[in-house]
């Protein structure tokens, strides 16, 4: 069993920046792939970032690559979600998962546990 819990969503002006922080609760955390997904008022929840167990390999979508930042913080149970240059198009829910193995995915399926996620609005 994992339990994640999101904070560091907000509002931000465009430009701005912010860190998402996931805390986990569970032994399985530090051999688990994590990833952070979004979904905007009215649309589907779509892939941001992920992060295979170790740390040691990201992929981001094109939407945000060159802009945020994946990493994961084994020791501490956390996975971060760093996010620059922000823009409107952000504006969303941001959650956090855990994959079902070590390797990441980039689907909605790969992963067995959610936050309840948190807010993060930019303004134009």
């Known amino acids: 069993q994992v339990q994640l819990v999101e904070s560091g969503g907000g509002l931000v002006q465009a430009g701005g920046s912010l860190r998402l922080s996931c805390a986990a609760s569970g032994r399985t955390f530090s051999n688990r792939a994590m990833g952070w997904f979004r979904q905007a008022s009215g649309k589907e929840r779509e892939f941001v970032a992920a992060?295979?167990?170790?740390?040691?390999?990201?992929y981001l979508s094109v939407s945000v690559k060159g802009r945020f930042t994946i990493s994961k913080d084994n020791a501490k149970n956390t996975v971060y979600l760093q996010m620059n240059s922000l823009k409107p198009e952000d504006t969303a829910v941001y959650y956090c998962?855990?994959?079902?193995?070590?390797?990441?995915?980039?689907?909605?399926?790969?992963?067995?546990?959610w936050g309840q996620g948190t807010q993060v609005t930019v303004s134009s």
């Open positions: 998962a855990a994959a079902v193995s070590g390797v990441y995915s980039t689907v909605a399926a790969g992963y067995d546990y």
């Open positions: 992060i295979n167990w170790s740390g040691s390999m990201s």
